[in-house]
């Protein structure tokens, strides 16, 4: 098998096998039942098989998969009732950028996130999930009021970068992330941030300080794309496998960094393959972080927040 390959080209066959499962999903017939088995076999072979030839720019193929669940599908499995805000009290509403409110095992929550779009329409709509400063105002203006009524706030990591037009930089773009950074540093309810695909530097870190981040295990989390490190360094796209692979900007990589808390494991082929495996994988880890976050005091909780970022980019060289 040859690392040339795309990511897309060597899952064909897992990407198939779901297709005949999805065909099969609500059939009652117990010969469909064993075929889908049968099916679900096939896609953990054939993973075994794809998993030791993916190179770091095959994960950011995954971490960009059209069919990866996004953050509105998240919010739609793991937690009930979600009543979404809309606006930034300023000037606009930002659709790359959702947030509101939400029961999570019966508590209050709130949730922030970045939102991708499927189709062409939804996609121009939400603006590829690229926030525009009223974006990261209306999430602060969320984050704010989960701190006034006292509930834990979780966010959802999914984004190329800040759109980096005309009309943001005009209305303050580098302001209004840093604001943000600045603010939710200090926010005293435990905060939470899943970088569920793509991490695309300030347009994550507009709302990715947290108490703990965890990541999806096919994710990256990176200052720059590897396209954009390619294009600077190398000035050729022909060395953005190369860029991939010297960013160290995926999952395990970052926890030996000391970077994130925890990764949360993706089933055969990719969160994309069984979004009900990949919600319960992210279920069972968000919610044992919130419980050890939620047992801790606030004053506890900001000084660690504190230090956990302090120690970002510290090292000693062997």
């Known amino acids: 098998m040859s690392e040339e390959k795309s990511f897309h080209e060597l899952e064909k066959n897992i990407i198939q ?10 059939s009652d017939d117990p010969e469909d039942q064993t075929k889908v ?9 054939e993973w075994k098989k794809i998993r030791p030839y993916l190179n770091p720019y095959h994960i950011v193929q995954m971490a960009r998969h059209p069919q990866r669940p996004y953050t509105l599908d998240y919010i739609s499995f793991l937690f009930h009732d979600f009543i979404e805000l809309h606006g930034d009290r300023r000037s606009a509403d930002d659709a790359a950028i959702v947030a509101g409110f939400a029961f999570y095992r ?7 996130g970045h939102q991708k779009g499927r189709r062409t329409r939804e996609r121009l709509n939400r603006n590829f999930a690229q926030p525009n400063p009223e974006g990261y105002r209306k999430a602060l203006r969320v984050m704010k009021l989960a701190e006034k009524f006292g509930v834990p706030l979780v966010t959802f990591i999914d984004t190329p970068g800040a759109y980096p037009g005309i009309r943001a930089e005009e209305k ?3 302001e209004a992330i840093a604001y943000n950074i600045k603010e939710i540093s200090r926010i005293k309810v435990p905060v939470v941030n899943v970088v569920i695909g793509e991490g695309g530097s300030g347009g994550a870190l507009g709302i990715g300080v947290g108490d703990a981040i965890l990541m999806l295990e096919n994710s990256f989390y990176s200052v720059i794309s590897p396209e954009g490190c390619a294009a600077i360094l190398w000035k050729d796209q022909g060395a953005v496998s190369e860029a991939a692979e010297n960013l160290k900007f995926l999952a ?55 230090q956990k970022f302090r120690k970002i980019g510290v090292f000693t060289e062997k």
């Open 106 to 112: 019966k508590k209050s929550i709130a949730l922030v």
């Open 172 to 174: 303050g773009q580098a």
């Open 17 to 26: 096998a779901k297709e005949e499962i999805e065909a099969l999903r609500f």
């Open 252 to 306: 395990k990589d970052l926890l030996d960094l000391g970077i994130i808390d925890e990764i949360i494991p993706e089933p055969p082929g990719g969160a994309h393959v069984d979004y009900e495996q990949t919600f319960a994988n992210t279920e069972k880890v968000l919610n044992q972080t919130l419980q050890n976050l939620e047992s801790l005091s606030p004053e506890k909780r900001l000084e660690k927040r504190y």
């Open 37 to 45: 088995s049968q099916l679900k076999e096939k896609i953990t072979q």
